[in-house]
């Protein structure tokens, strides 16, 4: 409840990895869950067409470069992804940067004061800092 309290006061939230599958209202995962719903979507199993599960490794993501997370960053960067799990938004408006491990997924969702990346910004080298800093920068 705190967290959709101060989302919906305009605090900004920022989900990584599997807080950003949270991020949305339902997950197949372990027979089905709700969650934090402050986003329109659900998470379902990656569809990795026969690709080993999971997703372990470096992955180019193609970026919205007008988006608050991604800018200064270009139109495409490599971010270290862990996951099984892909969320699939209701409104395409809300993915900002789309990857691809056997079928296209998204790698980074915003809307408003809440956003999320399916990746570890912090193992993301230069790009997963700079993107934490325009995070940090839009909550200040």
Not at 19 to 46: I, N
Not at 102 to 115: L, M, Q, T
Request: charged share 20%; hydrophobic share 40%; with cysteine.
């Amino acid at each position: 409840p705190v967290l959709r309290e101060r989302a919906a006061a305009g605090v900004p939230v920022l989900g990584v990895c599997l807080g950003m599958q949270l991020l949305f209202e339902s997950s197949t995962e372990h027979e089905g869950d709700t969650g934090l719903g402050l986003l329109a979507g659900e998470v379902t199993a990656l569809r990795t067409q026969g690709q080993k599960l999971p997703h372990i490794g470096w992955n180019r993501v193609a970026l919205n470069p007008s988006a608050r997370l991604t800018a200064g960053l270009g139109e495409a960067a490599a971010f270290y992804h862990v996951h099984s799990y892909a969320c699939r938004p209701a409104d395409p408006a809300d993915t900002v940067g789309v990857s691809d491990y056997g079928e296209p997924f998204a790698s980074i969702v915003e809307r408003d004061n809440v956003a999320g990346v399916q990746f570890h910004p912090e193992k993301s080298s230069t790009d997963g800092l700079a993107m934490l800093r325009n995070w940090l920068g839009a909550a200040a």
